[in-house]
């Protein structure tokens, strides 16, 4: 495979969420990005101008709901990240390598927007570990999160995967994946070039069905927004599509790059036992041991994807706070969640379904 980028910080990913109308000042986001040219250093940086915290997937209502309870304002706040996207990857593109020295210049920047927008506060959210040392600053507090990743261990096919499983979850998981042929269910796995465009509308119609009974709005993402990717980076996408007796009732959207794959969305017409599982974790399995892919990011949340073998990691996000006071209290607030998801990690690995060495 040739070298692909991290997807979701493509010029055209982003411009396709701005244009779309799915990430723009009418949704809350307004775009301010921030470039700094030194020299013949060139770098990119997103940043927005928030009235929400809705699609971030870092939670922060509680300092919001603190800020309103003492008379301040929480918003506007500004927001280093992917829209929509809890997935950890470099939050700067740069024709160079970018140096601590160059980070500072960016915080100063940014503390500069921050005064000239009234903004409370920075968020970076989901940087990898390279951001993280780029961005060691003392004016930055650092957060921890957790999320579950399908690590590849060499693996050569799926079954060299459950052969290092316990004898009760790969008999489990084989359970999962038998009632899938028992309800004459078929996948076919395809690349973006290879999906129709009567493919992609059905995937937009299960994705807003989704939505509309998770929490009964359309969701975040415009019909355009996928017409977009579809068209422009056809070459980081893939799609699980299920046939029941030849016609098609799910889908499962990724994205990747030469390192990981990222699951993102998906849908179904109705209820079919384990389908789910199949299409968001198991075929993405193997989707990224075909492609000798290193890390499967299925998404956020989801303690059950512990017993099939997704293992907890540590996420990150850091945060400038304007206000010294609150600054203190969630710096404290920090070092306590800080400790509970060591903790939580701790036990969550306890539970994975992997034979002792």
């Not at 959207?253 to 969305?265: N, P």
Request: glycine residues 6%; aromatic residues 12%; hydrophobic residues 35%.
């Amino acid at each position: 495979m040739s070298s692909l980028p991290y997807p979701f910080l493509r010029e055209t990913f982003l411009n396709a969420l701005e244009e779309s109308g799915s990430a723009c000042s009418e949704s809350g986001w307004d775009p301010i990005h921030l470039t700094l040219e030194d020299g013949e250093t060139s770098c990119f940086m997103p940043l927005y101008l928030k009235d929400h915290s809705m699609g971030e997937y870092v939670f922060d209502h509680a300092w919001a709901n603190a800020y309103h309870q003492n008379g301040l304002e929480y918003y506007p706040k500004l927001v280093t990240a992917v829209p929509f996207t809890p997935s950890t990857g470099t939050r700067l593109r740069s024709n160079t390598a970018m140096s601590q020295q160059h980070c500072r210049q960016i915080v100063d920047e940014v503390i500069n927007i921050a005064e000239d927008t009234h903004a409370s506060s920075w968020h970076i959210l989901f940087p990898e570990d390279n951001d993280l040392k780029l961005f060691d600053d003392p004016r930055l507090l650092k957060r921890t999160g957790v999320q579950y990743h399908w690590l590849n261990k060499d693996y050569q096919c799926f079954n060299d995967y459950l052969a290092g499983m316990t004898s009760r979850k790969r008999k489990m998981i084989k359970k999962e994946r038998d009632e899938i042929k028992k309800q004459n269910i078929e996948v076919d796995v395809l690349l973006g070039s290879e999906i129709s465009k009567e493919i992609w509308q059905l995937f937009y119609q299960l994705y807003e069905r989704t939505y509309a009974k998770r929490n009964g709005t359309r969701g975040y993402l415009t019909q355009e927004f996928f017409e977009r990717i579809a068209t422009t980076m056809p070459e980081q996408i893939a799609m699980s599509v299920a046939n029941q007796n030849g016609r098609p009732i799910a889908c499962a959207l990724y994205l990747f790059d030469s390192h990981s794959l990222y699951g993102r969305y998906w849908g179904s017409l109705g209820e079919f036992p384990f389908l789910h599982f199949e299409l968001c974790y198991y075929r993405g399995i193997e989707l990224a041991i075909k492609m000798g892919l290193q890390r499967y990011d299925a998404g956020a949340q989801g303690e059950h994807k512990l017993v099939r073998g997704f293992e907890p990691i540590k996420t990150h996000s850091l945060h400038w706070i304007r206000h010294p006071e609150f600054r203190k209290a969630i710096a404290r607030f920090l070092d306590e969640e800080n400790l509970a998801i060591d903790s939580h990690i701790t036990q969550a690995s306890e539970m994975l379904p992997f034979k002792q060495s």
